[in-house]
């Protein structure tokens, strides 16, 4: 073969090696990248968001001259937005950072704040008021009150809500689980709950002691007008799914179903005067 030849084959062999080598390692990044996204979509924490973040840092997304194709932005903003934002098993401080990196690579030109999670107590408030205005939807034949206070010879105790109505009085207690980002709230058969979120399982209060203090201060209160008081447990929380497998000597059930229930249950034992002697009766009574 004469020599012009062989050093055209060489080059052209060279060449060859050299793209596929660089096609080889644009997809290995490409995976890789794609790997780091589903990690931190199905399993969310801080080693995985770091690593997605690396991730983001070292891809020349905002060297290219055509925008991102409208899929690859969507799942970038799924990522920030159903995951990123909303675990709580992310540093605050990492997703900032994650923010910070996706809006310095043009990925979007606008991105929401990364807000500080809300504290329990914070949590509890806002899961009452949620519960609060479900309760605003009962018939005018019910009367209700919230964060009612009330004295009993062993000690008082606070009720979140009691509604009255023409089917007797119900105790309503409010947990807001689960915060923005939701969870599965799982009860044992031997009556332990906990919080799953991701890989991270918490352990929760069980209510039922509770329940049944604030039972006990309003039948003890109402003994003399022989009225039939139901407890409830509201989660106020639509993200939070429930896995029980006990008896509860309560009712569980979301705030979107309250107001169907309470008006459902029961036969109507109380007459009207009755329903209004009760609420009087209970301001009367009321710890201010």
Known sequence: MPAFLTSHVTWIVVLSVVFCFCVVLYILGATRFQRRMDAVRSHPCDKTARRFLREVRRTNLSRR?????????????????????????????????IRKAMLKKQIFTSLPEVQQPMSAEESGRYGEKEVQRALQWLPTNYKVMHNVRLPHRAAAQ????????????FCIETKNYGGSAGGRLVISENGE???????????????????????????DLLSQFSAPIKDIVVLSNPKTLVDRHCYLPYTLIKSDRLVEYIEGY?????????VQAIYDYLIKKKIT
């Open 65 to 97: 001259r055509k925008p991102l194709p409208k899929n690859t932005r969507t799942a970038f903003g799924d990522i920030y937005h159903q995951v990123i934002l909303r675990s709580r098993d992310i540093n605050v401080d990492l997703k900032k950072k």
């Open 158 to 169: 606070e009720i979140d809500s009691i509604a009255i109505g023409p089917n007797g009085v």
């Open 193 to 219: 709950w906990s919080l799953h979120q991701g890989g991270r399982v918490s352990g929760l209060e069980n209510p039922s002691l509770q329940m049944k203090r604030h039972h006990t201060v309003l039948h």
């Open 266 to 274: 029961g036969r109507k034992s109380l007459s009207p005067s009755q």
